[in-house]
């Protein structure tokens, strides 16, 4: 079956240290895009992706890093820089116009 | 780019219709409005697409009127288990697509 794959589900870190969520999808998708959720929140742009070896700042990109080096990855790794970096976070791609197509999320606390 | 701005909750009982509205006033010509639905926990799902008039499937019928600046979502017959948060969101030809601060559903009993 085709789908956004993130992993892990759960995610425990320190505060201090770097750590990186991982977003695979298999749909052929160009796009596709980071999203940060607070507790009864509505979702926040962190990053996005048109093609491969490029990508644009969203509303909240401070404290946060992505790659594309690869149609299929894009991985977002949360810096010690981001102040609070507890949240769920959500991947998900898209082909042209079409509807989002969203992973099940990482759920991330930092202590 | 098109800002949204929905209820922030509707409260609703089973076997009732429930419109929920979101209004785009900024909407450009190119752009399609899309709905989703979160549960806790899980990423959105994708309820239904327009461009104009009204388009319906097998869960939910989507009004758009001429002018485009706002959309109504319609779930006939709602369950306990529409319980949802829901999204409408103006999908534009630009890559950054932004979700406002979608409508809390609740149905009782």
């Known amino acids: 079956d085709g789908g956004i794959t993130q992993s892990p589900k759960y995610l425990f870190r320190k505060e201090g240290q770097n750590v990186t969520l991982s977003c695979e999808q298999n749909?052929?998708?160009?796009?596709m895009y980071w999203y940060r959720q607070d507790p009864g929140q509505g979702l926040r742009l962190i990053y996005y992706?048109?093609?491969?070896?490029?990508?644009q700042k969203g509303d909240i990109a401070e404290g946060y890093s992505v790659s594309r080096e690869k149609k299929e990855s894009f991985p977002l790794t949360v810096t010690s820089a981001q102040k609070n970096p507890t949240a769920f976070y959500l991947c998900?791609?898209?082909?042209?116009?079409?509807?989002?197509?969203f992973g099940n999320g990482t759920r991330l606390t930092v202590t | 780019l098109a800002k949204t701005t929905q209820p922030i909750s509707m409260d609703s009982y089973e076997g009732q219709e429930v419109n929920i509205t979101c209004s785009h006033n900024?909407?450009?010509?190119?752009?399609?409005i899309t709905w989703y639905q979160q549960f806790p926990s899980q990423g959105p799902r994708f309820i239904i697409q327009?461009?104009?008039t009204k388009v319906t499937n097998e869960v939910a019928s989507l009004f758009i009127p001429a002018d485009r600046k706002s959309s109504t979502l319609s779930l006939p017959r709602v369950s306990l288990s529409d319980t949802a948060v829901y999204y409408c969101?103006?999908?534009?030809?630009?890559?950054?697509?932004?979700f406002g601060t979608g409508t809390r559903l609740l149905v009782s009993p």
């Open positions: 998900a791609s898209r082909r042209d116009n079409s509807p989002l197509h």
């Open positions: 749909l052929n998708h160009d796009a």
């Open positions: 992706s048109q093609i491969v070896n490029d990508f």
């Open positions: 900024n909407i450009a010509t190119n752009d399609y």
């Open positions: 327009g461009y104009k």
């Open positions: 969101l103006v999908n534009t030809g630009f890559q950054k697509l932004v």
